[in-house]
């Protein structure tokens, strides 16, 4: 064990001293049998927790809600929000549980949460629990984005519980304990300014500035300088989405954090055929979240932050509304700078800028119209610098003559830079993955593990942490669905 391991957590929890209508106080879970699924020694390692406490008993029993620790919070955290663009005045933590927060070794602190702990004041007649499959999802996607490089909440552990959920079937329950920034989101902030809290507004705000820009403390407008830093964070972070095919499925304004990390890994999946209108959620029916539009989402979330904080951005309101609206008004430029760099990086261009992307949206064009996998066709794409090993790349499509056209004018774009040819595929490689989670693949580990078999989610789970890497052994990962495997919706599992 590492010395500075502790053998149980040690808990610092700042939210408790906030107004307590955000959050109500939850007992332990009763009747849990908790039992392990996985641990994340990595991560336990970073938080200065021992993994030998978490695999222990009491270890397990916190993990599963059933037992809370010394010093932990055990709170469920109250919030609203936009669902599908529908006004929620009252949402929550229904089938989850803030554990605690934990300042790691690195000296970030952060959040421990349950989900699928068991009811809450919140569960609006739900049962509060989480079937594993959910579970498992959530676990996968996580440490995928983060092996990725994309901020996201992380995956601690996992457990069952003994107990059998009701679903359309039943299934086992389990809880899924994950680590996050924070988990204060953007239906935090409209569930007090919906109830014109205004101390209690100006109390979290301070709290997120001290949390995620503690450098903005003593600004004249610290307030502003949050709505600013969290419009300029989900830009990237939707940028970010974009360049690896990733639609989150659930784009609520209570899935949305001040962290800018991704959460709340629903029924989340990764493109394989390039369609900027691929919807996977069994709920979204029209289309709201699909890939294309999660920019424009995430400015309307944006949005409804900006109206939360009027009360606290000036005393005037007039001014007030002119702040958000300039602040807001400068998502579009960062969005389309954040998302050339990481698609100018993607085809090989160093310093993308909005010049870039034309070309950009020209390949994608060709890849939509001839149905072509996201992914493999990013990644291959290196492998055409030299025109004598083209073949990988160009094997993708089905018509020869405008994909080799395109790859004339990238070969010229890419070699007025000056890098070699070596330096331009070694920069591709780190931009473009080998390995995503795909979703058959996901659905396999998943329905193995309601036989009692977890092979297929250790082994999915052991190829994603090196996603940019590739593997003799883990070809089979690589490929996209075949005819008869593909997955076509995701489901929620609440």
């Known amino acids: 064990m590492p010395e500075h391991a502790q053998s149980t957590p040690h808990f610092d929890n700042s939210y408790l001293s906030l107004p307590d209508i955000l959050f109500k106080s939850q007992p332990p879970a009763k009747g849990h049998q908790p039992k392990l699924i996985a641990i994340n020694d990595g991560l336990a390692e970073v938080l200065g927790l021992s993994a030998d406490w978490l695999r222990s008993d009491e270890g397990l029993a916190a993990l599963s809600g059933s037992q809370l620790p010394k010093g932990a919070a055990g709170v469920a955290l109250g919030y609203a929000g936009h669902q599908f663009g529908n006004w929620a005045p009252q949402l929550g933590d229904g089938r989850a549980m803030l554990l605690g927060e934990v300042v790691g070794t690195d000296g970030r602190r952060r959040d421990i949460h349950l989900k699928g702990s068991g009811r809450t004041v919140y569960s609006r007649g739900g049962d509060g629990k989480a079937p594993l499959g959910p579970v498992l999802r959530e676990y996968i996607m996580c440490e995928a984005m983060h092996a990725l490089g994309v901020p996201t909440s992380r995956a601690l552990g996992a457990v069952l519980t003994g107990e059998t959920v009701y679903r359309e079937t039943p299934l086992p329950g389990a809880v899924f304990a994950r680590v996050a920034s924070s988990h204060i989101r953007v239906g935090t902030f409209q569930y007090l300014y919906a109830r014109d809290e205004t101390n209690a507004l100006r109390a979290l705000a301070d709290h997120a500035v001290a949390r995620h820009i503690p450098e903005a403390a003593e600004a004249n407008?610290?307030?502003?300088?949050?709505?600013?830093?969290?419009?300029?964070k989900q830009a990237s972070l939707v940028a970010h989405w974009m360049s690896l095919g990733f639609i989150?499925?659930?784009?609520?304004?209570?899935?949305?954090?001040?962290?800018?990390?991704?959460?709340?890994?629903?029924?989340?999946?990764?493109?394989?055929?390039?369609?900027?209108?691929?919807?996977?959620?069994?709920?979204?029916?029209?289309?709201?979240?699909?890939?294309?539009?999660?920019?424009?989402?995430?400015?309307?979330?944006?949005?409804?932050?900006a109206q939360s904080l009027l009360p606290i951005l000036s005393d005037d309101q007039d001014d007030?509304?002119?702040?958000?609206?300039?602040?807001?008004?400068?998502?579009?430029?960062?969005?389309?700078?954040?998302?050339?760099?990481?698609?100018?990086?993607?085809?090989?261009?160093?310093?993308a800028t909005a010049d870039d992307l034309p070309m950009v949206q020209e390949l994608l064009k060709l890849m939509h119209t001839q149905d072509v996998d996201f992914t493999l066709s990013f990644r291959r794409l290196s492998d055409a610098l030299d025109k004598d090993?083209?073949?990988?790349?160009?094997?993708?499509?089905?018509?020869?003559?405008?994909?080799?056209?395109?790859?004339?004018?990238?070969?010229?774009?890419?070699?007025?830079?000056?890098?070699?040819?070596?330096?331009?595929?070694?920069?591709?490689?780190?931009?473009?993955?080998?390995?995503?989670?795909?979703?058959?693949?996901?659905?396999?580990?998943?329905?193995?593990?309601?036989?009692?078999?977890?092979?297929?989610?250790t082994n999915l789970n052991a190829v994603l942490v090196d996603p940019f890497t590739k593997r003799d052994d883990a070809a089979g990962f690589e490929q996209p669905a075949a005819r008869g495997e593909q997955v076509h919706q995701t489901f929620c599992g609440t």
């Open 389 to 457: 090993k083209e073949t990988s790349f160009l094997g993708l499509f089905g018509k020869s003559d405008p994909i080799e056209q395109w790859l004339q004018k990238w070969r010229v774009r890419v070699h007025e830079q000056s890098l070699s040819e070596d330096e331009i595929r070694a920069a591709m490689d780190v931009a473009n993955p080998v390995y995503i989670p795909r979703n058959h693949r996901v659905e396999e580990a998943i329905h193995a593990a309601h036989e009692g078999n977890l092979s297929a989610f």
């Open 221 to 232: 407008n610290p307030s502003l300088l949050l709505l600013e830093n969290v419009i300029e």
């Open 320 to 351: 007030a509304l002119k702040l958000a609206q300039a602040a807001l008004d400068e998502f579009p430029d960062m969005f389309e700078n954040a998302y050339a760099k990481r698609m100018g990086a993607k085809i090989g261009i160093e310093h």
């Open 248 to 305: 989150h499925g659930v784009m609520n304004t209570d899935n949305m954090t001040i962290s800018g990390e991704t959460i709340d890994y629903g029924p989340c999946a990764f493109m394989e055929a390039y369609n900027p209108a691929q919807v996977f959620s069994s709920i979204d029916y029209f289309g709201r979240y699909a890939y294309s539009n999660q920019p424009q989402i995430a400015q309307w979330n944006l949005a409804q932050l």
